[in-house]
């Protein structure tokens, strides 16, 4: 299954120049959650898995290696640019 990812500065490549960084969870805890073991641990572990449009990391390894995220759908291996949007 071959997946086309839009690098936003060198634009659409091929899914082999890029490395996953995983999913994207928002913020990291605050200072005073960090001092929790099992938040920081919960936080750095624990993934959601969604089936469908998902929110990732990714980083463009063997081109400018710059990181960025993008919605992508986890059932079809394509990148969205958001919900419900046609894929790219
Ligand atoms: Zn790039």
């Known amino acids: 299954?071959?997946?086309?990812?839009?690098?936003?500065?060198?634009?659409?490549?091929n899914g082999y120049e890029f490395r996953f960084g995983g999913e994207d969870k928002?913020?990291?805890p605050g200072d005073t959650e960090m001092s929790d073991p099992k938040i920081w641990c919960d936080y750095v572990h624990m993934n959601e898995c969604k089936a469908g449009i998902q929110k990732e990391w990714?980083?463009?390894?063997?081109?400018?290696?710059?990181?960025?995220?993008i919605n992508r759908d986890t059932l079809k291996n394509n990148q969205r640019s958001r919900e419900g949007d046609s894929e790219i």
């Not at 299954?1 to 490549?13: A, D, E, F, V």
């Not at 390894?61 to 710059?66: F, L, R, S």
């Open 26 to 28: 928002g913020p990291r």
């Open 58 to 69: 990714w980083c463009h390894k063997d081109g400018c290696g710059t990181w960025f995220c």
């Open 1 to 13: 299954m071959s997946l086309t990812i839009t690098c936003p500065l060198c634009g659409n490549r």
